[in-house]
């Protein structure tokens, strides 16, 4: 299967779990009638919340254990990558734990040091064999320095999990449009520490599933302002900086609950809102990959510049990715109300011609086709700062990307 997929110019994560086991009869779990694999006492070698056994980290063969695994995977089937499920499991000896189901370490810490160890240890040998590939950690808390290397106190992944943009987005798209003036801080808060770590931001499985309905279920409005709403959440995360990961059945707006039991409802693609969508992500993908601005800097604090931040009266954003000085910049607005809003002004560094080459309202996506008729030129008119400004229709519930000049 992955020599099939890498034949198509597909990649290929694996979920990789070190961060616990079932204890089935079957399993490793008391393998040869003792604890072999587990922490032999239960406050760090079973799991309340999961029910599961947890591996003792501080044991050389299990962690040699581990090690061999994920570098079999590498090794053997030539994935690209391992996504490491539960790191915040793995980091504290009290997760999800009430006072006196845990006891500090050596130091008298809440720190599973040995866990420390067992994560450094595999990133060094990941990389050290494998330099192509990428270590992604599901990590939720605020340990420091998770994507940074090992030599400088970091745990050495390529990339960490951003669930904080993830919570904030999605709880600010299930309110009202009228209320999200009083809110507007969820969408900027992310910028305090969006270059801390190199981030992914995620739109996973845990998101639709125990409960949580699917992301068009969880998107404020009537059928129409749901598929709005879920085509301008898309575009948001593929403006913000940080790589994008996006569940299966959210391209296409699946309405049900994902289930592991049954196949997505995959003909729900074959109607025009959901078709829509689908297509959208497409284009996407595309200027993603095409616009150097979009992803040369996607971990660095330089490659977001903010051009209207504070517009909370109007629910209105406008921000610019940079590759570098003087490659074109893409400017992204994002109107997150039902208004069309027009002659919006915003400030830009480049004079002549910003092409519009993509809006999510548009009719392709099944959108009400409100726009900018192809694109702009701006006006040698100060605005934000900036020397030129673009007068912009901002079309409901939507965003616009705008590509500026190249340089003279």
């Known amino acids: 299967m992955v020599d099939h997929l890498h034949q198509r110019g597909i990649g290929v994560i694996l979920d990789w779990v070190p961060s616990h086991f079932p204890s089935d009869g079957h399993g490793l779990g008391r393998f040869d009638g003792t604890p072999v694999y587990e922490h032999p006492d239960p406050r760090l070698g079973f799991h309340p919340e999961w029910r599961s056994c947890i591996f003792d980290y501080g044991r050389p063969e299990v962690r040699s254990f581990l090690i061999s695994s994920a570098l079999f995977w590498l090794d053997k089937y030539h994935a690209d990558a391992l ?37 450094r240890e595999l ?31 970091g745990l050495g992944f390529g990339l960490k999990w951003d669930l904080g943009w993830m919570h904030d987005t999605l709880g600010y798209l299930r309110r009202d449009p009228v209320h999200r003036k009083y809110h507007h801080q969820d969408l900027t808060f992310r910028s305090l520490y969006a270059a801390h770590e190199n981030f992914v931001l995620p739109l996973s499985h845990d998101e639709v599933v125990h409960g ?27 403006a913000q900086p940080g790589k994008k990961l996006l569940f299966m059945g959210g391209e296409f707006g699946q309405i049900a609950e994902w289930s592991h039991d049954a196949s997505l409802d995959w003909h729900l693609a074959g109607l025009p809102r ?54 074109p910049r893409v400017v992204v607005a994002l109107n997150f109300t039902p208004v069309v809003r027009r002659g919006y002004r915003i400030g830009v560094e480049a004079p002549g011609r910003w092409h519009e080459i993509l809006n999510t309202d548009a009719v392709d996506y099944e959108g009400s086709g409100v726009g900018n008729l192809g694109g702009v030129e701006s006006s040698p008119e100060p605005w934000h700062g900036r020397p030129c400004a673009l007068a912009l229709t901002l079309p409901p519930l939507a965003a616009v990307f705008l590509r500026g000049p190249g340089p003279p």
């Open 212 to 238: 949580k309905g699917s992301l068009l279920g969880k998107m404020h409005g009537d059928a129409w302002q749901s598929f709005a709403h879920l085509r301008l959440l898309l575009a948001w995360m593929y």
């Open 83 to 119: 996504r490491v499920d539960g790191v915040a499991s793995m980091l504290y000896r009290d997760y999800a734990r009430r006072p006196g189901e845990w006891f500090p370490n050596v130091h008298g810490g809440r720190e599973n040091l040995e866990a420390v160890a067992l994560l």
């Open 274 to 327: 959901h078709r829509g969508l689908q297509r959208l992500v497409r284009d996407l993908n595309r200027i993603y990959r095409d616009e150097p601005a979009l992803h040369a800097r996607d971990c660095e604090a330089g490659g977001l510049e903010w051009i209207e931040a504070n517009d909370a009266d109007q629910s209105v954003f406008a921000l610019a990715r940079v590759a570098s000085p003087r490659a």
């Open 123 to 153: 990133n060094r040998a990941v990389y050290e064999s494998f330099p192509d590939v990428q270590t992604i950690a599901e990590e939720s808390t605020s340990w420091p320095l998770v994507s940074r290397p090992t030599w400088v106190g």
